[in-house]
């Protein structure tokens, strides 16, 4: 994350970045007189039998404990022209070849790269304490100074088809490893959170839920018909500088307003109440909406006076173990 505001030296990269990446902030939610974890605040799905993959029973690649670099070969279509594209992969350390494990994707924003998102986020080291997978999936060069990023959201779409990609990345990394296809999940900061709303659009059927962190999340062609309700946490900066909280209007650069974007995805989950306030301080405001269809509840943390950053806090959790308890609460049922 903080490579990804560093490269902004002038006003008018200042201004690329703000429209390629998406504005974040973190709330925690709960009721207004205490601040609990995000698992005590969303109801646990139905259990979920695992799902196991082609990969159970295999030895994995990379050794548990131990991230690698992934080759995929694509088609053009997917990756600028070339015919390779790469991911990071870590596989936890008590990783056991017959036990199907959740995945998480967690994708990198305007300007980083799937190491760099591995470092600053720490989610290899969460994964090894809370036992699964995650792949860092690696989007690709711009054509000014090749500043990586996800080249299919609005705007700065340049007809690269990342959901195929990230559609083959699942495929490859279920016929390596023992994943549960009941537990994949997704989570991205800024213009990665961006790319998992669409992945969230597009992808529902293989995806569990979904945690995005300041996204732009940009009208899409023939807009968002999600094939499922999809469970969706998402945090936002108030004070977000280069994704405003209220949206832009900026012609072809426009953004919607965070919370017409929650409540489209209510309405897309056929949620029957909320906004509810659960949590309000001088730091957080946590909001959710209930009764939906398949529990596919729709949380969202507003970070008061936040900016565009990872947060540190969800409530009364860190953000990986609240982004993880919200996970760990919804799994894909049927």
């Not at 070339?82 to 959740?102: E, F, K």
């Not at 919607?256 to 489209?264: C, I």
């Not at 897309?268 to 909320?274: A, E, L, S, V």
């Amino acid at each position: 994350m903080a490579e990804e505001l560093r490269h902004q030296g002038s006003r008018s990269l200042l201004v690329i970045a703000l429209l390629l990446t998406g504005c974040q902030s973190s709330t925690p939610l709960s009721h207004v007189s205490s601040t609990p974890s995000i698992s005590s605040v969303t109801k646990h799905g139905s259990l979920a039998h695992p799902l196991a993959t082609q990969g159970c029973g295999r030895l994995p690649l990379p050794h548990p404990g131990t991230g690698a670099d992934e080759i995929l070969s694509v088609n053009p279509a997917e990756a600028a022209g070339h015919r390779v594209r790469t991911y990071r992969l870590h596989v936890p350390s008590s990783y056991q070849d017959a036990r199907p494990q959740a995945l998480v994707l967690v994708l990198h924003g305007y300007g980083g790269t799937a190491t760099g998102m591995e470092a600053s986020t720490g989610f290899s080291s969460f994964a090894d304490a809370h036992d699964f997978v995650v792949a860092y999936p690696q989007g690709l060069p711009d054509g000014d100074g090749g500043r990586s990023f996800w080249a299919s959201l609005g705007p700065m779409d340049y007809g690269i088809d990342d959901v195929h990609y990230i559609s083959m990345l699942l495929d490859d990394v279920q016929s390596k490893l023992c994943i549960d296809a009941h537990r994949i999940f997704v989570t991205g900061f800024s213009n990665g959170a961006g790319m998992s709303g669409l992945l969230a659009c597009r992808l529902a059927g293989r995806l569990a839920a979904v945690a995005p962190v300041s996204g732009n999340f940009y009208a899409l062609p023939g807009g968002c018909h999600p094939s499922r309700p999809l469970p969706i946490l998402y945090v936002h900066g108030s004070a977000d500088p280069l994704l405003l909280y209220q949206g832009t209007s900026d012609s072809a650069w426009s953004l919607p307003p965070v919370q017409q974007w929650l409540q489209e995805w209510a309405a897309r989950n056929g949620c029957r109440h909320g906004p509810i306030i659960f949590l309000h301080t001088s730091r957080f405001t946590g909001e959710q909406w209930t009764g939906c269809q398949g529990n596919a509840i729709v949380i969202h943390y507003r970070i008061e006076g936040g900016g565009h950053t990872w947060p540190a806090k969800l409530g009364n959790s860190s953000s990986l173990a609240g982004i993880w308890d919200f996970f760990q609460a919804h799994p894909l049922v049927g």
